[in-house]
């Protein structure tokens, strides 16, 4: 099994939806972690804009042949391929089910993990700030993160601009200036030196607060198409996570039992996840959601 770090950059707001109306601040919220409570992007998002993109990656040829294929497997009885799942230049690395008694199912040669929150950008008097704590850093690879003594008190990147007090958001903590490492493989990105100079390490216990109070709320109405207005009763709020927000999570190739099929999965699946991440993951990408910059480390 290979394992390649997938680093998330958010163009956009990013709104992958938890399903249904909510009781609460906000009508449609976005899904959180069920333990830390923190926004993520889960890994069957990321895998299913990926394999949709994926067919759109291939020449022209093989992009017919997928797409037959595709019809074919969301069709209402699912018994009328074209070709075998292991002769589809995506199905043969994403995975596929056919129905029918003489249909094969197998599992993907690629797996998607969720990508969690690394930094979070809060708004300061300095300007933003990418929020992260050293739990989050550790998991990333970094070693020797400085950690803050209490809730009060936070860790800014040393510089020439490091204060000693700095807010976060509506809050104001004690500034202790320290080298703050990021992750060395984490340079795919042009972006990553820019939150690198303006990282921030708080305590464990107050990222989720920091995080959920910072989170983009939008007001949206429909429109009746009758008078072009606003339609009665139509009004709706959403959450977001805001633009600026970098997620890590994982992407394995299982070459283990797909070593015939794990090498040439990588370029495609490079290609794909480009095209995903320009057309946008999650909810809401013709309204200005969802754009990301990827980085998969090899």
Known sequence: MKSHPLYLYALDP???GAGGYRMGRVDLTI???AGSNLPKVPGSSINGATRSAAIYSLPEGERQ????????TIDEKNKKHPHKGGEDPVARIFGYAEGGDEGESRIGAVSFRDAEILAFPVPTMLGPRWVTTAHLLERAGCSKVPRPASEEQL????GAAAPRRLNLGWLLLAADAREIPFPETAKGLPVFEHIRERLVVVHDNLFPAIVNSNLETRTSVSIDFETGAAADGALFTYEATPRGTLFRGQVDLDDGRFPDIAPAALPLLEKALSLACTLGLG???TRGFGRMQFALVK
């Open 14 to 16: 990013t709104h992958i």
């Open 31 to 33: 899904l959180r972690d």
């Open 65 to 72: 042949r997928a797409m037959a294929y595709a019809r074919a």
């Open 155 to 158: 860790i800014a990147q040393a």
């Open 283 to 285: 909810a809401m990408t």
